[in-house]
């Protein structure tokens, strides 16, 4: 479950409190639910996942996520709390030095699995995206589409509680955004928290489900 | 896009793979239990902590502080010797050696030296002939000179024995007070003072060979953690990659230290190994003044390298080895704490 009550956040920039990208934002997504996150650009789409990514840490209000609060717990709790939360970025974040395996590898290395089972479930997710026979290609070679699979493959590789989205759809074509929709609902319906970030208002329509909408920090619409 | 002709896993069962894991685990090789260890580059550290400029760097380090120990080490063994052999010697210096003792039993240096081997804590007493003094006299006085035309006096070379001179040797002050009685005017002269001022200059040296080795391994931490700094500043994206992966502060910090340790370790062998022939040709000019019997020149070519490793003492030859692993001491806990650190500002 993710509960935020009267959530605020401040960015800081050199010791300086910078503006207010978040204000009191109070809303409840039940374990297993779905989201769309709607608004304008600079709605605060991306700060308000960076919270709940654990990215960035409430600087008012109460933000309890996977049963823990975020704003009082210790700073060692948090490894933990993000292994069990996956996020597909919008600039997809792939370390360019490694392999498309090693990318999608790192959640389940990161988590202490051993190495046979790493190597097992990876193929079967990058098979599953359709980039089998990519596996030792860095992304610098992969084009903007392929990158996005490795990305989706990294967030759901270790099943996730909560799986975040930040407009995913960007840079795939509507067959591969239609595709990719499936496999979050899939995901949700298997029992994953899913957050999705979109501007794509046809892919919304295809998918009615409920929003939360933000404007200029606030939200706006719950339902 | 290109894709795959076969089977989509997108387009047909997009969990199927989730559902197919717990199969993958069983099927895993006995191996798979086996998990990735803290050398792997997952944040691309080969890249940006070289393997050139940290080595070279720690490689000088490594080469002064050989210098620094071996100077340490020299300082003291030479110390040791010098005590022990001066600590052991007295001269005795008698005017007017043949004129008659003070009770008429013989000439002065003979009661001279009947007394003093006669003291419990002497080991010998020699009186020195009149060609040894010639030679003691001749660097001042030249070949020609003729030193039977200077009143000399007549100098007795005292030992004591091992045990006496280590704890302290006899009463020096009665001694004089009874070599004066049996021949006025003659001179006790102990070696004491001098061994105290060499112990002193040698302990002086050992110091500051002990803070040389402590400036160069500040120097060496220092070098290490601009070059960890410069590291997080170029992984930066990456480490915060990860950290948003879940990975622990230690996870990340293991991977520089690891990094970390091995270039020290590569640096610290090659500063040790380049400081080895340097330190060899100083023991062997050292070495004459670590004995009182010059050796005999080497024979041939390999009794000479024989002679050149064992003139290095076997200190050092322990100690040597061990700055590779200080190097490595100082890579591990200096990365460790400047990535933990630098990790704080992460929430």
């Keep these: 479950m993710v509960r935020l009550e009267s959530v605020g956040l401040h960015y800081f920039r050199g010791g300086q409190q910078g503006p207010q990208v978040l204000r009191d934002i109070s809303c409840t997504i039940p374990e297993g639910g779905f989201r769309w996150l709607l608004g304008p650009s600079g709605a605060g789409k991306s700060s308000l996942l960076r919270l709940l990514h654990l990215a960035v840490r409430p600087t008012q209000g109460r933000l309890v996520l996977l049963g823990a609060d975020i704003g009082r717990a210790q700073r060692a709790e948090l490894p933990l709390l993000r292994r ?17 395996f090693d990318n999608v590898a790192l959640p389940l290395r990161l988590a202490g699995r051993p190495e046979g089972q790493v190597r097992a479930d990876v193929m079967e997710m990058l098979r599953w995206v359709g980039l089998g026979s990519k596996t030792g290609v860095r992304p610098a070679e992969l084009s903007g589409g392929e990158q996005q699979r490795v990305a989706i493959a990294r967030a759901v590789v270790g099943r996730p509680s909560l799986l975040l989205a930040d407009e995913p759809t960007g840079n795939l074509d509507d067959v591969q955004a239609e595709r990719l929709m499936l ?15 979109s501007h794509n208002d046809a892919l919304v329509a295809r998918h009615p489900g409920p929003s939360l909408r933000l404007d200029r920090g606030r939200l706006v619409d719950d339902g | 896009m290109a894709r795959p002709a076969q089977t989509h896993p997108m387009q047909t069962d997009p969990m199927r793979a989730a559902r197919a894991r717990p199969a993958s685990v069983h099927a895993a090789r006995p191996q798979a239990t086996r998990q990735r260890s803290a050398s792997s580059d997952d944040l691309g550290l080969r890249r940006v902590l070289g393997d050139r400029m ?30 022990e052999g001066a600590a052991s010697a007295l001269t005795v210096q008698v005017p007017q050696p043949t004129s008659p003792a003070a009770d008429n039993s013989g000439s002065r240096i003979d009661r001279v030296v009947a007394l003093l081997r006669g003291t419990p804590g002497i080991a010998s007493a020699t009186a020195l002939t009149d060609a040894q003094l010639a030679d003691l006299l001749r660097p001042w006085l030249g070949a ?35 070599l004066d009685a049996a021949a006025p005017g003659t001179v006790l002269e102990s070696h004491g003072i001098w061994v105290g001022r060499l112990s002193a200059l040698a302990r002086s040296l050992q110091a500051c060979s002990w803070a040389a080795l402590a400036v160069v391994a500040a120097v060496a931490a220092a070098v290490i953690a601009v070059a960890t700094r410069a590291g997080l500043a170029a992984r930066r994206e990456a480490i915060e990659i990860v950290h948003g992966l879940g990975a622990t502060d230690g996870y990340i910090a293991a991977r520089f230290a690891a990094r970390a340790t091995k270039l020290a370790a590569m640096g610290g062998v090659a500063g040790s190994l380049a400081a080895l022939p340097v330190l060899l040709l100083l023991a062997d000019l050292a070495a004459p003044f670590g004995t009182t019997t ?23 030859w322990l100690a040597l080895p061990c700055l590779p692993l200080a190097a490595c001491m100082i890579g591990f806990a200096t990365a460790q704490g400047t990535v933990r650190r630098w990790l704080r500002q992460l929430p």
Aim: aromatic share 4%; no cysteine; net charge negative.
């Design chain 1, 84 to 100: 069990h939360i996956g996020m597909v970025f919008q600039d997809f974040r792939l370390l360019p030095h490694l392999a498309a």
């Design chain 1, 183 to 197: 496999l979050l609902k899939e995901m949700n319906r298997q029992g994953a928290t899913v957050i999705v970030a």
């Design chain 2, 54 to 83: 940290l080595p070279l760097l720690v490689a000088a380090m490594a080469f002064l502080a050989s210098l620094a120990l071996a100077g340490s080490v020299g300082a003291e063994l030479l110390a040791r010797h010098w005590q």
């Design chain 2, 144 to 178: 020609g000179a003729q030193p039977a035309a200077l009143p000399l006096p007549g100098v007795v070379g005292v030992h004591l024995s091992d045990d006496d001179a280590t704890d302290g040797g006899p009463d020096l002050a009665a001694l004089g007070t009874r």
């Design chain 2, 294 to 316: 010059p050796a005999p020149p080497p024979a041939d070519l390999p009794a000479m390298v024989v002679g050149w490793f064992t003139a290095l003492p076997p200190t050092l």
